[in-house]
């Protein structure tokens, strides 16, 4: 079931990928949508995304290592300081300011915090790993 779901989330990547490179110039210019001075919308939007996304977007950026990551093997990952955590990534990407909402949304989201091994304190979701962010669509709150 979920090799199915990587297999059309891939799919929909390549498909989308596709019709990108597809676009011709004259339609980049008319929508506004080439490179020239715009700016790709931002998952910063704290209405727009839902949380796994916001969170893989988070976890995706290198300006923010130092506070939230991956664990090397990109199945679990670990917020590493969560006072930097809640000034500097929270108010940029989500709407609430507790540690404990943060926590609330990632239960809420069937996410399950290792507690024993080489990965303790980490948390898992089979949906969520590093460099597959297409499978967050198919998680469920």
């Given at each position: 079931?979920?090799?199915?779901?990587?297999?059309?989330g891939a799919t929909a990547a390549a498909g989308n990928e596709a019709r990108s490179r597809s676009t011709s110039f004259s339609e980049q210019s008319r929508s506004g949508s080439g490179s020239c001075g715009t700016k790709p919308p931002s998952m910063s939007s704290k209405h727009t995304a839902t949380f796994p996304n916001k969170l893989h977007a988070i976890l995706s950026d290198p300006k923010y290592h130092h506070i939230i990551r991956w664990l090397p093997h990109g199945r679990s990952w670990e917020v590493m300081d969560q006072n930097a955590f809640m000034k500097e990534v929270v108010p940029n990407f989500f709407s609430f300011s507790k540690y404990a909402s943060f926590t609330r949304q990632i239960t809420g989201w069937n996410f399950v915090r290792n507690a024993g091994g080489p990965d303790r304190g980490s948390y898992y979701h089979e949906l969520f790993m590093r460099g597959r962010p297409f499978l967050v669509k198919f998680m469920k709150r």
């Amino acid at each position: 079931d979920i090799e199915r779901m990587r297999e059309e989330g891939a799919t929909a990547a390549a498909g989308n990928e596709a019709r990108s490179r597809s676009t011709s110039f004259s339609e980049q210019s008319r929508s506004g949508s080439g490179s020239c001075g715009t700016k790709p919308p931002s998952m910063s939007s704290k209405h727009t995304a839902t949380f796994p996304n916001k969170l893989h977007a988070i976890l995706s950026d290198p300006k923010y290592h130092h506070i939230i990551r991956w664990l090397p093997h990109g199945r679990s990952w670990e917020v590493m300081d969560q006072n930097a955590f809640m000034k500097e990534v929270v108010p940029n990407f989500f709407s609430f300011s507790k540690y404990a909402s943060f926590t609330r949304q990632i239960t809420g989201w069937n996410f399950v915090r290792n507690a024993g091994g080489p990965d303790r304190g980490s948390y898992y979701h089979e949906l969520f790993m590093r460099g597959r962010p297409f499978l967050v669509k198919f998680m469920k709150r």
